[in-house]
T-cell receptor, first 117, second 113 residues
Framework: GAVVSQHPSWVICKSGTSVKIECRSL??????MFWYRQFPKQSLMLMAT?????????EQGVEKDKFLINHASLTLSTLTVTSAHPEDSSFYIC?????????????FGPGTRLTVT | AQSVTQLGSHVSVSEGALVLLRCNYS??????LFWYVQYPNQGLQLLLK??????LVKGINGFEAEFKKSETSFHLTKPSAHMSDAAEYFC???????????FGSGTRLLVRP
């Protein structure tokens, strides 16, 4: 149980285009999902908290107009990187909070590697 | 504000040897602490968690961690390393009631045959 998927697993796009990444909780409903960014050989940096039915909460320094987050249902959150640039190339990981067991646990997707050329 | 510090970006052990990965935390409230493992090009998998119950927490794959309030530590151990344990390990602390996690910088575990 508690499986989170991401699609696509990797994507290459041209500079200036937009790309959408999906995060799905497959066997549970997640009112809260999180989006992280990970640079090579570095830790995860929280980008934003995605709440179902409301606007995402972005961490300081994260451009909300560039990284659009939509949490339209209890099992799906999407991250759209708009007008992508090479510096947006990174590994993007989502997680979903399991609402049971005190809600302490986050289950992570397998990640999406974005390369902007 | 909460934070975690992982000492040692790389730890190398021989197969069969003890694994010890260090994590120290800073928190103004009783913390919720986690250890996650990441294999190359994959997401994170929860190894174990501390949520104010037993101070010695057992996780998957033979790992365990002990919460020591006096030392503000939550070190991860495994009695006998296996080649398949080679991965990146992250310690994390939950931020207040927001359920956000703050991650340490990670420790890469290398297991020598």
């Amino acid at each position: 149980g508690a499986v989170v998927s991401q699609h696509p697993s990797w994507v290459i796009c041209k500079s200036g285009t937009s790309v959408k990444i999906e995060c799905r909780s497959l066997d549970f409903q997640a009112t809260t999902m999180f989006w992280y960014r990970q640079f090579p050989k570095q830790s995860l940096m929280l980008m934003a908290t995605s709440n179902e039915g409301s606007k995402a909460t972005y961490e300081q320094g994260v451009e909300k107009d560039k990284f659009l987050i939509n949490h339209a249902s209890l099992t799906l959150s999407t991250l759209t990187v708009t007008s992508a640039h090479p510096e947006d190339s990174s590994f993007y990981i989502c997680s979903a909070r399991l609402p049971t067991s005190g809600g302490h646990e986050q289950y992570f997707g397998p990640g999406t590697r974005l390369t902007v050329t | 504000a909460q934070s975690v510090t992982q000492l040692g970006s790389h730890v190398s052990v021989s197969e069969g040897a003890l694994v010890l990965l260090r994590c120290n935390y800073s928190s103004s409230v009783p913390p919720y602490l986690f250890w996650y493992v990441q294999y190359p090009n994959q997401g994170l998998q929860l190894l174990l968690k501390y949520t104010s119950a037993a101070t010695l927490v057992k996780g998957i794959n033979g790992f365990e961690a002990e919460f020591k309030k006096s030392e503000t530590s939550f070190h991860l151990t495994k009695p006998s390393a296996h080649m398949s344990d080679a991965a990146e390990y992250f310690c994390a602390v939950r931020v207040d009631s927001s359920y956000k996690l703050i991650f340490g910088s990670g420790t890469r575990l290398l297991v020598r045959p």
